[in-house]
């Protein structure tokens, strides 16, 4: 009875989270008559691809299409996954084989940042952007989500990088095998479930982020897209039918990124939560 009940309550849990996601869905595919009905309808009666159409043929922004900005977030966010995967990998791996001074105050430092608030960092960064001559570049966007995405990587692989024992190192070492060669062939392909669950992060990180993206952003062209389903809402009214079919748009990369990496998304988290 207890099973039961669990089951249960966790499929009323499901329900109550995918509903949003279903309404978007049903949204996207209704004409707008049926969507500012009196009474509206769960599922569509004469369902349409009109507003999937309206989007992916026309211009938010003159000269833009959503095309245009959806490139944008995807330069952006597979930037951030690759170097913030490439520079957390580095760092776990010095903090967990290596003793130095500070060492533990580095990784209280980890924990610390995740803390502040980003909102708190939106106008040092600014200035640090101008300075660096970066304002108005994708660049701008990448080495700032790229920041926000290091601290629970390096935290989350440090634990992958001390539970592969030394031995299978010492091992590849007394065989002749060099640095490079026991980094790329014993430890990276340990690690990988480790670098699955933080590149899950990292993507979410940069593919949803906005206030950055209109801070740092002002050529039109050069917008991400969590910044271009603003224009779809207007000052006194707004379509919605546009507005959820561009966010169906909107989901999907990262539904099918986490689809490709669901396998070993579950085991890295549990691996990386008991070693280290």
């Known amino acids: 009875m207890k099973k039961i ?39 569509p009666t004469h369902p349409t691809l ?25 330069l952006v966010a597979v930037s951030t996954v690759v170097l913030s995967g490439l520079v957390a990998l580095l760092a776990a791996t010095a903090v967990a084989r290596f003793r130095f001074r500070l060492r ?23 200035l640090m952007i101008q300075r660096l001559g970066l304002y108005n570049t994708l660049p701008s966007l990448i080495l700032t989500y790229l920041g926000f995405s290091l601290p629970f990587a390096v935290w989350m692989l440090r634990g992958f990088v001390a539970a592969v024992p030394k031995e299978l190192e010492e091992a590849a070492a007394i065989d002749g095998a060099s640095r490079a060669q026991i980094f790329r062939r014993i430890l990276f392909p340990l690690v990988a479930p480790g670098l699955v669950a933080t590149s899950i992060f990292s993507f979410i990180t940069a593919w949803n982020e906005l206030i950055f993206a209109l801070t740092f952003i002002n050529d039109q ?23 959820m079919a561009a966010s169906t748009l909107f989901t999907l990369p990262v539904i099918i990124f986490f689809l490709l990496v669901q396998r070993r998304m579950v085991s890295g988290l549990v691996a990386g939560a008991v070693k280290g």
Request: hydrophobic share 55%; glycine share 6%; charged share 10%.
């Open 50 to 74: 009109a507003h999937y159409r309206e989007i992916l043929t026309g211009n938010l922004i003159p000269g833009v299409s959503f095309a245009d900005f959806f490139l944008n977030s995807a």
């Open 221 to 243: 062209s050069r917008y991400t897209l969590p910044v271009a389903m603003t224009f779809f809402f207007g000052r006194d009214d707004t379509n919605w039918g546009p507005v």
């Open 104 to 126: 533990t105050s580095f990784l209280i430092m980890l924990l610390i940042v995740q803390m502040i608030p980003l909102e708190a960092l939106v106008i040092p960064l600014f």
């Open 5 to 43: 009940a669990l089951n249960g309550a966790g499929l009323l849990v499901a329900l109550f989270a995918a509903f949003p996601v279903y309404w978007m869905i049903s949204t996207s595919l209704k004409p707008s008559k049926e969507i500012f009905s009196s009474t509206p309808q769960p599922v």
